[in-house]
């Protein structure tokens, strides 16, 4: 009898969590299409069009963003609450310098983005996890997951080297980015996340803080990094993109810059880069690479969980580690 009272009682509580979650993500997606309706028609009456394309640029990334960062809070606060930390001792090695990898290449098996990456490394390093080894699938999950690769193969149509270029060139970029951080990273850099409110031990409560606390915490720094992205697409001019065609590596650092301040989810990046066709394929390649691994509102989410420290030093690194890796897979391959 206790123990049926016991699963009703976890039932509940996870359907509470659910409907908590539900209720979040759908009271951010209803902000966003009241300012995406109320936004231009204020802009128009204050004769500001930039005013409405900011707007619109803000609410696409915001809408964009929303369901993968619920999607990853939702992983993250199950991590928390029902994985013990001997499932992670038996699946990783014990060396950090071979867990990186095999953390890595296990970043293909999720297919979300980088909004979902965040919260769901900042889970692993709570349940004991390598920070090498979770930030190596912090960088990976979001590029090479299997989504992601078929939506490459469908927009550069009978180019397989363009979706291999950008398995290998993610892959390398966040293994070496691990290693990097194990042999030179501080542990004073890094804020390691703590959930706020959380439950005493693990089951159905602590899902439900956790969840609660993760999504709206991280929620307020998505918003932060759409507004810095959108105000970046209005301010600088479009002619001025235009100068860097003509170098070929103008044109990749112009892309990689661009991929930070844009930030396209990462399984319709492929499609944006397909349409940049008067780029360099390495050029294209770097904004692939790049984007899903550094852009503002990943930044932004960096800094909220593990601190401004870590978010700058991090970022800077993978950025110059990825430019460096595309452009090498680009001459390899393209």
């Known amino acids: 009898m206790e123990n049926q009272r016991t699963v009703a009682d976890g039932i509940r509580l996870g359907l509470r969590a659910l409907v908590h979650a539900a209720l979040g993500g759908a009271a951010l997606l209803a902000i966003a299409t009241v300012v995406s309706v109320l936004g231009p028609m204020l802009a128009l009456d204050l004769y500001t069009p930039p005013v409405a394309a900011w707007w619109t640029v803000f609410t696409a990334i915001t809408v964009q963003g929303v369901p993968f960062l619920l999607l990853g809070t939702l992983v993250s606060a199950a991590i928390g609450a029902f994985v013990p930390e001997r499932v992670f ?107 706020g409110g959380q439950a005493p031990g693990g089951g159905p409560r602590a899902f439900v803080s956790g969840l609660q606390h993760d999504f709206l915490h991280a929620g307020g720094f998505l918003v932060l990094g759409a507004a810095a992205a959108a105000t970046f697409d209005i301010v600088v001019p479009r002619s001025l993109l235009e100068v860097f065609t003509e170098s070929a590596w103008l044109s990749v650092l112009l892309l990689a810059v661009l991929a930070v301040v844009l930030c396209v989810c990462s399984e319709a990046d492929a499609f944006v880069a397909a349409s940049l066709s008067g780029f360099s394929p390495t050029a294209r390649l770097a904004f692939m690479v790049v984007g899903p691994m550094v852009d503002l509102k990943l930044i932004a989410l960096q800094t909220g969980t593990f601190g401004r420290a870590f978010a700058v030093r991090f970022s800077a690194a993978t950025w110059v580690v990825a430019v460096t890796s595309s452009v090498l897979v680009g001459w390899w391959l393209l």
Do not use: D, H, Y
């Open 89 to 195: 001792q038996r699946v990783l090695p014990r060396r950090t310098a071979l867990a990186v990898p095999v953390a890595g290449a296990a970043g293909v098996v999720l297919p979300g983005c980088e909004c979902a990456s965040v919260p769901v490394a900042g889970s692993l390093m709570r349940r004991g996890v390598a920070p090498a080894a979770a930030l190596a699938f912090l960088l990976s999950a979001p590029a090479i997951n299997p989504v992601v690769l078929v939506a490459t193969s469908i927009a550069f149509p009978g180019q397989p080297e363009m979706v291999l270029g950008r398995l290998v060139a993610s892959l390398a970029t966040a293994v070496v980015m691990g290693w990097l951080w194990a042999r030179f990273g501080r542990e004073e850099w890094l804020r390691l996340p703590k959930r």
